[in-house]
């Protein structure tokens, strides 16, 4: 059963970002770059792992065994989109992806030191709310065909080709944070702030190329070495 009280997901990057990689796909106009085609197929692994085999009637386990698959493929999307080797479109939709997919940043279980612990909260609330996953796995059959024709072009001798896309801006008032990863599943994070006037809350003017993500402060000063990691300012911004 729907959780009656969860949010609807945040769709709407998603269904811009997967139409417009298909007409790339179609038009011969987007070829993987190794980068693309590694984090394609880490994504294509996720999207079509089955769930485990368990006996008898674990309801709490299936559950949380479905949850799961989706967080892995979030946290997947994430990963390579944080280190910043992929290419504009590829970036485009793996935040597509995760955006849709924000639900379970905490769910079934939270990540190690609590890292970005308001993705796990429901937008404009202090509340944690169940997760819909019915929701999540009715994205899973369309997400596995596109990653799969991404995947498709990544052929021996196959020229990278990646068109370009469009940059945006928005405004966020708020804050943002840098995370590092001292040990390995230990993230530590701390909070931005303005190197010239100290300001942390903003309103920033967030401005992205998908190669590099820039915040401008209300004192005029403009940040682009920040240190953030590109999926807290875009899963933080509203839908757009």
């Given at each position: 059963m729907v959780d009656a009280t969860a949010r609807p997901l945040w769709t709407r990057a998603l269904v811009r970002e997967s139409a417009r990689a298909r007409h790339l796909l179609a038009a011969?106009?987007?070829?993987?770059?190794?980068?693309?085609?590694?984090?394609?197929?880490?994504?294509?692994?996720?999207?079509?792992?089955?769930?485990?085999?368990?006996?008898?009637?674990?309801?709490?386990?299936?559950?949380?065994?479905?949850?799961?698959?989706l967080q892995r493929i979030l946290r997947t999307a994430v990963r390579h989109l944080d280190a910043g080797t992929v290419g504009p479109p590829a970036a485009a939709l793996l935040?597509?992806?995760?955006?849709?997919?924000?639900?379970?940043?905490a769910a079934p279980n939270p990540p190690?030191?609590?890292?970005?612990?308001?993705?796990?909260?429901?937008?404009?609330?202090?509340?944690r709310t169940a997760p819909p996953t019915e929701a999540g796995e009715a994205l899973l059959p369309g997400l596995a065909a596109l990653f799969?024709?991404?995947?498709?072009?990544?052929?021996?001798?196959?020229?990278?080709?990646?068109?370009p896309v469009e940059s945006w801006q928005a405004r966020h008032a708020g804050r943002f944070r840098r995370y590092t990863r001292p040990a390995r599943d230990v993230w530590a994070a701390e909070t931005v702030g303005c190197p010239e006037c100290g300001g942390k809350d903003g309103p920033w003017t967030v401005t992205c190329d998908w190669h590099r993500a820039t915040l401008g402060c209300p004192c005029g000063t403009v940040m682009s070495e920040h240190g953030l990691a590109f999926s807290e300012i875009w899963l933080v911004l509203p839908e757009t």
């Amino acid at each position: 059963m729907v959780d009656a009280t969860a949010r609807p997901l945040w769709t709407r990057a998603l269904v811009r970002e997967s139409a417009r990689a298909r007409h790339l796909l179609a038009a011969g106009e987007w070829r993987l770059s190794p980068a693309d085609a590694e984090a394609v197929r880490a994504v294509l692994a996720r999207l079509t792992a089955p769930l485990p085999t368990r006996r008898g009637t674990a309801v709490r386990a299936r559950t949380t065994d479905r949850d799961r698959r989706l967080q892995r493929i979030l946290r997947t999307a994430v990963r390579h989109l944080d280190a910043g080797t992929v290419g504009p479109p590829a970036a485009a939709l793996l935040a597509a992806v995760a955006r849709a997919l924000l639900p379970w940043h905490a769910a079934p279980n939270p990540p190690p030191a609590a890292a970005a612990p308001q993705y796990g909260i429901a937008p404009d609330t202090t509340e944690r709310t169940a997760p819909p996953t019915e929701a999540g796995e009715a994205l899973l059959p369309g997400l596995a065909a596109l990653f799969t024709a991404l995947a498709a072009t990544n052929t021996p001798g196959a020229v990278p080709l990646t068109p370009p896309v469009e940059s945006w801006q928005a405004r966020h008032a708020g804050r943002f944070r840098r995370y590092t990863r001292p040990a390995r599943d230990v993230w530590a994070a701390e909070t931005v702030g303005c190197p010239e006037c100290g300001g942390k809350d903003g309103p920033w003017t967030v401005t992205c190329d998908w190669h590099r993500a820039t915040l401008g402060c209300p004192c005029g000063t403009v940040m682009s070495e920040h240190g953030l990691a590109f999926s807290e300012i875009w899963l933080v911004l509203p839908e757009t």
